[in-house]
């Protein structure tokens, strides 16, 4: 193919890193006590970040794009992101990138663990802009990190959809040849566009950064922002019938419980350790 | 004569036992340098000389056996503790030197609630002790980022500075008393008193002298009560840096001592605060501490100065508590930057200076607008303000550039040292200081003279009189 | 509320990999005990058995969780092939719940089979149960730092396991059943698969550190170069993988590849003994992921009691040595 369109979708979430204990128990304990809704933790107050596979699937892109123009071989660079603002300081930075469009799609909804109504908007955004031959989603996503969004979108365009991709080569014919993790092993394959690829644990997982004359150059162009009921997506409504929902958040203990272990000698708290603790666990193994 | 490695080698068997001298060839190459040539050791590529062995001393007695072994045999000695350096003083510029690592010395020595001081040997990671003094309802007060992994000999070596200085000070306020080993095997103790006029105040000699003149075996520190319950954020928006650093100097003129006192510039605020700063907004914070009558005065008479700024919008107090809780340096902290130098080429760097309050805004706007204008690549200039005084602030540039067409190893050439350069220049012309808190090492010992005009001459005839023979780190503080 | 009696399950085997062995153990464990069906519901299950070829067929046969199996023969990594038959099987009565092994592949048909039938896909779960019209499911979320009970509504519901399930103990022979259903070849679809050049690549090295199922681990309490020496005899000895933390490697009392933490290996064995080690914030991120950890130091006061499940506080060479010895002598 002479010319490739790739297009990446990515999401901007809390750094869910910066919570602590605290804040994920209020989280699970606040929706017990208003007695309405799963509860959430308070993330308002967090920075937000790229989802991690995110990240790769966008510089993977970008990688994509330089193996391709050393060919001689043209590629044109999308993003997009189903979010509210939060994902404007993300997609500017894509332009810089080079990423010629960079779209955001506001659902006015809160699609975290929604992935049937957000592999709905996508795709609908995608036969809006035209089906790309490429595209790139990271494999999974918090907070949800349901890992089927990419196949409920490759669902919906008809596309074949390979997931785990820990790196994408260009290959003759403008195929890929891609690697991803299946069966507890690696498999390498050629793959035709168009296509749907996830991004797992790439060998490239970290973004690229612009510098600040990149960014100086494109400080004039916009971003595309659309609603989705620009697209004739009610994200609202279609959140009434999404098939699975979220009830309610438990904290998972992770408390060791330092016990002591008592004897005289080592070799009495040797064996007290071994027959209270050790013995039935090191028969598991 | 100089002796060969092997000998070297043997001298400190001799000395210590095999067991403490370490030979390891990747060990001996990771140590040629410090974090100022990180990129040596992320991507593996040295050019720095070999040291011929790190030597572990068990104790003051055997410190003192290397340094005098090491002064008569004119070998080159690099003292350190958690080797957390950022300024290259830990860097072996000569062929054969030794490192004496003083990080199994790391004994508590003593806790004193009553006194309000502590007692510990140089190998004692600032982690451990605060986690013991918290213990009895104590804090050291001292909280750089490196808590996690800075030792407390190296804190003081380079009048480390801590994120709460605005109430507690630098190291240099908290050390009561200390011991040094010097070249000739001397063991000096300053006994711990809470002040004296007995002549100069000699303790400031070995606080900061970065391995160049002794070695620290043993410090004695402040303790203070500590009352997290009552820690107050405050925080605003604001548009420009001038008006943050006269707010700052508000605060400090009328006496309050916030622990944490900041202002941000856009570049700097938009790698923390970008989920409620716009992109050319600044951040100014506050944290004030204490018993509850003080934090609360504190954050009361902070707001009533801030309120005379409308210019500032206030942001609710989470965001600040928020950013602070998450703020230290962690072990996957460090992985996670090293990982990301690795795959993007994209280096974070830091400088800090200061200045009085006439001069600051001044060298922020001058050198950031030099830099941005004489450094290619750069990706991100930015700083900000997090260390006050009556008389001034430090300004703590911040600044990311992409490492393009050299190899790792070029890097402090082509970008970092051009920009110590600007900004040692253009803090130097305003009279301001060209090292805050990192200590000089190597990468700022070009500048000593300019740094020290003609008080350079009490540098140099300390370092004559405690160093005659030139073994301790060469290189550092004084240039070659 | 509509009395349900029966609940018609589908688990899916996909032996055209190399995982079979271990999806069946996740799906035989999960089936007896990680899906609670309330006393008056039976339990109709089948396994849906993919396999590549004949000659393999009795060996996978073995592995199937139920005693009635459907056998459906395909090209493998044809996901394309078993949506379409698992689809066509809904269509024709089907079951009400799809229950896959966790990984890529399990992902795909959950979300693609749930996507045509108008189903519920849920992936990773933990345990699920019946409740009124719906199915319960309880999965990790927000980045492993809480669990999230769902609740599956339209059926049939799709699920997927979560990787503990793979570790579980296999489950008793079934009796077989075994109907053939299907063979799907290339010609049945309109194009051949998405993917063509197949090849398997050699299976990672990971290092005996992050692979290790047992790990003992000296810190500087090890006192010396010999003491270090003398815990990683013992670890040999206790048949576990050996690691040092950072200062044992800089004081060269370890080879540097041993080191566990920042900048070494990280490792999430069922059981950690950690030898004198202070519990440096570094070096638990190295074993934070470890089932049990039982620490041996002199100080009792050292980070790590605060994040051990077991303490011993002595000299951590000489208590190793011993259990050691104690394990050697129970050994048959």
Known sequence: MDHLRIVVGFKVTPDYEALRAPDWARAAGGAAESGGGPGAPETRYVRRVLGVFDEAALELALRLRDARAEAGLETSLAAFSVAAREADPFLQTLQA????????????????????????????????????????????????????????????????????????????????????????????????????????NAVVSMLRVPTLKDRLAVRERSLDVLSSGELGVDAAAALAGEPTVLASLETIDRERAGTIVAGRTPEEKARALYETQLRARLERL | MSLSREAIVEGLRRIVGPDAVVTDEKILVESSVDNFRKLQNIFDVHTAPVPAAVVLPADTAQVAAILTWANENGVNVIPRTGATATEGGLESVVPDSVIVDGSMMNQIVSIDPYNMQATCQCGVPLQALEDRVREHGLTTGHSPQSKPVAHMGGLVATRSIGQFSTLYGGIEDMVVGLEAVFPGGEVARIKNVPRRAAGPDIRHVVIGNEGALCFISEVTVKLFPYFPENNTFLGWTLKDMATGFAVLRDVMVNGYKPSVARVYDPGDAGLHFSHFAAADDCVLLFMAEGAAGIAKATADGIQAIVDKHPECTQVPSEYIETWFNDLCWDASKITAEDERIRQTHNVNRTTEISADWSSINDIYQAAKARIIDEIPDITMMGGHSSHSYINGTNMYFNYFFNVVGVGPEEETDKYYLPIIGIICEETLKRGGSIVHHHGMGKARAPWVKDEYGSSYYILETLKRSFDPNGIMNKGTIIPL | MSARETLRVAAVLDGTAATAERQARALGAFLREGLRLGADVKLVAATH???????????????????????????????????????????????????????????????????????????????????????????????????????????????????????????????????????????????????????????????????????????????????????????????????????????????????????????????????????????????????????????????????????????????????ADIVASERP
């Not at chain 1, 820990?166 to 566009?193: E, K, N």
């Not at chain 3, 669990?147 to 799709?158: A, K, N």
């Not at chain 3, 053939?180 to 998405?194: I, K, N, Q, R, W």
């Open chain 1, 97 to 200: 990138l080079g990423f010629e469009r960079a779209a955001r799609v506001d659902p006015r909804a809160a699609l975290d663990f929604a992935p049937r109504v957000t592999a709905a908007v996508i795709a609908t955004y995608l036969r809006r802009i035209g089906s790309p031959d490429v595209l790139l989603l990271g494999s999974r996503c918090g907070p949800g990190e349901s890992g089927a969004v990419p196949f409920l979108v490759a669902d919906e365009l008809g596309l074949p959809c390979v997931t785990e991709v820990t790196d994408v080569q260009i290959a003759s014919r403008g195929r890929l040849r891609v690697t991803f993790a299946a069966g507890g092993g690696w498999i390498r394959a050629t793959i035709a566009p168009p296509c749907v690829l996830a991004v797992g």
């Open chain 3, 49 to 323: 058995l993919f396999h590549a070829d004949q000659s393999g067929r009795e060996s996978l046969l073995e592995l199937a969780p139920t005693t009635d199996v459907r056998l459906i023969r395909t090209p493998a990594l044809r996901a394309d092939l078993m949506t379409a038959a698992l689809t066509a099987f809904e269509a024709g009565g089907g079951a009400e719940l799809f229950v896959f092994p966790g990984g890529p592949l399990g992902t795909e048909l959950a979300a693609r089979l749930a996507a045509r039938t108008g189903g519920s896909v849920m992936t990773d779960i933990l345990d699920a149960e019946l409740s009124g019209e719906g199915l319960a499911c309880r999965r990790r979320v927000y980045s492993n730092h809480l669990v999230g009970l769902f609740e599956l509504r339209s059926l049939p519901w799709c699920i997927t396991l979560d990787a503990g399930w793979s570790d579980a103990r296999p489950s008793a022979p079934n009796e077989h059943v075994v109907q053939t259903v299907a063979e799907l070849h290339e010609d049945d679809s309109s194009a051949s698969g998405p993917l063509k050049s197949v090849e398997v690549l050699d299976q990672p090295t990971t290092g005996d550190l992050e692979a290790a199922k047992l790990l003992v681990v000296a810190g500087r309490g090890a006192g010396s170069r010999d003491g270090v020496e003398r815990v990683a005899a013992a670890a040999a000895r206790l048949g576990a993988a050996f690691g040092a933390t950072r200062p044992v490697v800089m004081n060269a009392w370890a080879p540097p590849d041993r080191q566990i933490g920042v900048s070494g290996a990280r490792s999430a064995p069922a059981v950690c003994l950690t030898v004198g080690v202070s519990g440096a914030p570094a070096f638990l991120w190295g074993v934070e992921r470890a089932g049990f950890i039982a620490a041996v130091d002199t100080d009792e006061r050292a980070a790590i009691t605060g994040e051990a499940d077991a303490v011993v506080i002595d000299d951590g060479v000489a208590v190793i040595e011993a259990l």
